[in-house]
């Protein structure tokens, strides 16, 4: 915690740029990062292929328009990016606060199923302190969500952002696997981002039928048969399917809108109930808390504005549906 006392906000040093496909639309999309002023958040913008602004949205939990098999952003006016949680995972496991994206395609690349190549165009533009500190969303009292066998709880957590991820899958390569790891920069690299997004063959057809998945091949997703692993590759961790559900809950909270100080534990969950919580932890102003960085090592006090920001909120707009 002693390592936040001070600490500032950042933004990139540079604009960088990747490009690729949808993973479930299939189509080529290319993806710009630019610098962004302070307290401007993770802004994602809709252009057109002359690159005039169409849409923007702020990312946070309001942004959020469904979780079926992905987390996608919107409005009232309808979606604007689907497929955000990765790209939104290596923004809040490097620390970078403030940033504008824009996309030209309805969904973010998915490059190789993780958050590696994000972590490689952040790394590359480098990032540069901003004047304003760096404010958290402390959490003060713990909001659980469960159903079906499925639970995720956010806690008090005094020593930054820690996730606890279980998963149980019927299946003898994957099983009962579980992980725990408090979140920073060089662990997120090492441990986290390279993990891919995975999928079974037998559900192909019907991901393909519901207009899913058109996008996917060996080169973006860890595919998995009754008993093998198809891709020629093989596993980049002997755990990867735990840790890229981490990855997923780090992308899915940093919809909170600031880091958040606490620690997530997610049993057999996923987009779905990552998004119940959050939305449970947001609809109760009592849970927690905004401080800035210079107090989250002293007795946090209570920031103008944070009740104004919970009563926007309406809990029965967040009703917990966890699958």
């Known amino acids: 915690m002693s390592s936040m006392k001070g600490a500032k906000q950042t933004t990139l040093r540079d604009q960088i740029a990747v490009s690729g496909v949808g993973v479930h639309s299939g189509l080529p999309v290319t993806l710009t990062m630019n610098p962004a002023r302070d307290d401007a ?7 057109s292929a002359d ?16 979780t079926e098999f992905a987390t996608v952003l919107g409005d009232a006016s309808g979606p604007l990016c689907s497929t955000a949680e990765h790209l939104l995972a290596a923004l809040r496991g490097l620390h970078v606060d403030n940033v504008i994206v824009e996309i030209d395609g309805p969904e973010v690349p998915i490059m190789d199923g993780s958050a590696a190549a994000f972590v490689d165009a952040v790394d590359q533009a480098g990032l540069t302190a901003r004047a304003q500190p760096r404010r958290y969303i402390e959490v003060i009292k713990p909001v659980r969500v469960s159903k079906d066998g499925a639970f995720g709880e956010l806690r008090p957590y005094q020593h930054g952002f820690r996730v606890e991820a279980e998963i149980d899958f019927d299946h003898p390569l994957i099983g009962k696997q579980a992980l725990s790891l408090d979140i920073e920069p ?10 891919r997004t995975f999928g079974f063959m037998r559900d192909v057809a019907k991901l393909w039928s519901a207009g899913y998945a058109l996008g996917a091949n060996f080169d973006n997703t860890l595919v998995v048969s009754e008993d093998r692993v198809l891709n020629p590759e093989g596993l980049r961790f002997a755990d990867e399917f735990v840790r890229h559900k981490v990855l997923d809950a780090i992308g899915d909270l940093a919809l909170a809108g600031q880091p958040l100080l606490a620690a997530y534990k997610t049993v057999r969950g996923g987009h779905k109930l990552n998004h119940a919580v ?4 947001m609809a109760d102003p009592s849970a927690w808390r905004v401080v800035e ?4 090592v002293e007795p946090a006090r209570r920031m103008r504005g ?7 909120l309406a809990a029965a707009a967040y009703a917990p549906e966890v699958s």
């Open 186 to 195: 060089n662990t997120f690299r090492r441990e986290i981002a390279p993990a």
């Open 41 to 47: 958040g993770i802004v994602f913008r809709r252009v």
């Open 293 to 296: 960085a210079a107090e989250a």
């Open 51 to 66: 690159g005039s602004i169409e849409r923007e949205i702020r990312a946070d939990v309001r942004a959020v328009t469904a």
């Open 278 to 281: 959050l939305s449970a932890l």
């Open 306 to 312: 944070h009740a104004d920001v919970g009563a926007t």
